[in-house]
């Protein structure tokens, strides 16, 4: 089993030194969450929660994830980070594929794009990208940033994407792999045709080993169940030995939690708070 590091609630200035904590402390790797901006009117519901409301406020830092990425990434060596998730059709696949490809050229490939279809319309609109068919337009852009992370003259024409032969450098050192979020069955196919592995959020055990039976159904229904693939969930509840098999049973590879919030913080007050529980966790659980 590995361990992922959610980074939200803890301030981006201190991002370097609790990555090269969490590195210390046995964690696989470091998430970073995604949003360009919070409106002051939201009128889109959120999916992960009963009333539709977010569990983050206005005022939380969202630092840019690929220029965080190459911060932590220059203070560590073996870390990997990924995405938790990156709105992906809320952007131009050409931006995308720059900014993914040089964090993982960078970081000697060290990244993994966890990517989602989003639900924030008016942060869509913001962007001049639309909120409708933004989930068939990202299954093409996944395809889009593939073929210019392979490197030398490539071209693509497809419904949404059409260009003739270019190139982008640098390349990714190794192909970057790409997670999918999100537990609707939309989701849970496209990560099981499309995707390097799917990403889950906030379940109790229950609820994760049926995800992981209907992602894997869902695997040997577009016959590729024989590929490798990752399962990185956040479970809600405390990782004891027990718990961590059982979800390995179900299928689960990596476990994304949170130092602080595994322990009762919140958020942590200082970088050395910060530090002390990371280090904690990894000697109560990752050991």
Not at 141 to 163: I, Q, S
Not at 165 to 182: L, S, W
Not at 264 to 281: K, M, N, R, W
């Amino acid at each position: 089993m590995k361990f992922s590091q959610a980074l939200l609630g803890a301030n981006p200035l201190d991002w370097p030194r609790i990555a090269a904590a969490a590195e210390e402390a046995g964690f696989d790797s470091v998430a970073v969450s995604d949003h360009v901006v919070y409106p002051a009117r939201l009128e889109s519901r959120y999916p992960y929660t009963p009333d539709g409301v977010p569990l983050f406020s206005p005022d939380e830092d969202w630092p840019d994830p690929w220029v965080a990425v190459g911060a932590m990434s220059a203070v560590t060596t073996r870390l990997r980070f990924l995405t938790n998730v990156y709105v992906l059709p809320l952007r131009n696949p050409f931006v995308v594929a720059k900014a993914v490809g040089t964090a993982a050229y960078l970081s000697r490939g060290r990244v993994g794009l966890g990517i989602g279809a989003g639900w924030m319309a008016e942060e869509f609109e913001l962007m001049g990208q639309p909120f409708a068919r933004r989930g068939k337009r990202m299954d093409e852009m996944v395809e889009v940033v593939r073929t210019l992370w392979n490197g030398g003259m490539v071209e693509h024409h497809g419904e949404f994407y059409d260009f003739d032969p270019v190139e982008m450098r640098p390349a990714p050192p190794a192909p970057v792999p790409i997670y999918v979020g999100g537990h609707s069955e939309i989701a849970m196919r496209r990560a099981a045709t499309l995707g390097d592995g799917w990403l889950g959020m906030y379940y109790s055990v229950e609820e994760l080993e049926q995800h992981c039976r209907t992602v894997e159904q869902a695997r040997e229904d577009a016959g590729t169940a024989d590929r490798p693939f990752e399962i990185i969930a956040s479970p809600m509840v405390t990782p004891t030995a027990e718990n961590c098999e059982r979800l390995e049973a179900a299928g689960v590879t990596t476990i994304l939690t949170s130092a602080w919030m595994a322990q009762g913080v919140l958020g942590p007050d200082s970088t050395e708070q910060a530090i002390e529980l990371i280090a904690t966790f990894g000697e109560r659980f990752i050991a």
